[in-house]
């Protein structure tokens, strides 16, 4: 069993920046693709971007192309999530969430391993 535990949530100006991390407590991290999806109240779960196993493919959701990347640290069993340019419309719970097979998804189904999430908010 894996656990996925994310830090670095909080509240932030607009404008502003926030680092969030996901430690994964066993198993071959280097091995997952890892993702971040987010949800705000009221709407469904939606993909933000994600990672393959060997960090040489990304997938970025349109609306933070630009703003947010996404890396992995094999040696820490930690993956990143840094966000730039936040804006109010990013306030949600971050989760990640490891792949154990395969390469980096947009599908929510595809991943085996959540984390409980953090939030974020950006006030304007």
């Known amino acids: 069993q894996v656990q996925l535990v994310e830090s670095g949530g909080g509240l932030v100006q607009a404008g502003g920046s926030l680092r969030l991390s996901c430690a994964a407590s066993?198993?071959?991290?280097?091995?997952?693709?890892m993702g971040w999806f987010r949800q705000a109240p009221g709407k469904d779960r939606e993909f933000v971007l994600a990672?393959?196993?060997?960090?040489?493919?990304?997938y970025y959701a349109d609306s933070v192309k630009g703003r947010f990347t996404i890396s992995k640290d094999n040696a820490k069993n930690t993956d990143y999530l840094q966000m730039n340019s936040l804006k109010p419309e990013d306030t949600a719970v971050y989760y990640c969430?490891?792949?154990?097979?395969?390469?980096?998804?947009?599908?929510?189904?595809?991943?085996?391993?959540w984390g409980q999430g953090t939030q974020v908010t950006v006030s304007s």
């Open positions: 066993a198993g071959t991290f280097r091995r997952y693709a």
């Open positions: 969430a490891a792949k154990l097979f395969g390469g980096a998804a947009q599908n929510p189904s595809e991943y085996h391993y």
């Open positions: 990672i393959s196993w060997s960090g040489d493919t990304t």
